[in-house]
């Protein structure tokens, strides 16, 4: 089974630049995580939006590698069964002509 929550939109103190500091900027955060879905055991959806909206509201982060780690290790801890996450943070107001994102795909499948 394969959750997808797309245009997750927050606004969060994110980056390096001063008036990243000073004050919230909107965000967006598009994920994939897959998990084995068996005898009714579920991934709350609900939830895992709110474990990352806590996340990058306590934790303030100043670069989007460190919000990607910070999301994906929040989330893998709550949900030891998720086998693939795909993460993409995108900051849509930073530059005036453009969007800027970040990426990254985990798999915690062993290996064969």
């Not at 900027?25 to 709350?44: C, H, K, T, V, W």
């Not at 849509?92 to 002509?97: A, R």
Request: hydrophobic share 40%; charged share 30%; with cysteine.
């Amino acid at each position: 089974m394969t959750i997808h929550i797309e245009a997750l939109t927050l606004d969060v103190i994110i980056g390096l630049l001063d008036f990243e500091r000073d004050r919230p900027q909107r965000i967006r955060i598009d994920l994939e995580a897959s998990y084995p879905y068996e005898n009714g055991n579920f991934i709350d959806y609900a939830d895992m939006v709110f474990l990352i909206e806590k996340e990058l509201k306590e934790k303030r982060y100043t670069l989007l590698e460190e919000a990607l780690f910070g999301i994906k290790n929040i989330l893998s801890s709550a949900y030891p069964r998720i086998q693939t996450l795909s993460l993409k943070i995108s900051k849509p107001d930073v530059l005036p002509k453009c969007s800027v994102a970040l990426s990254e795909f985990w798999s915690f499948l062993p290996d064969h």
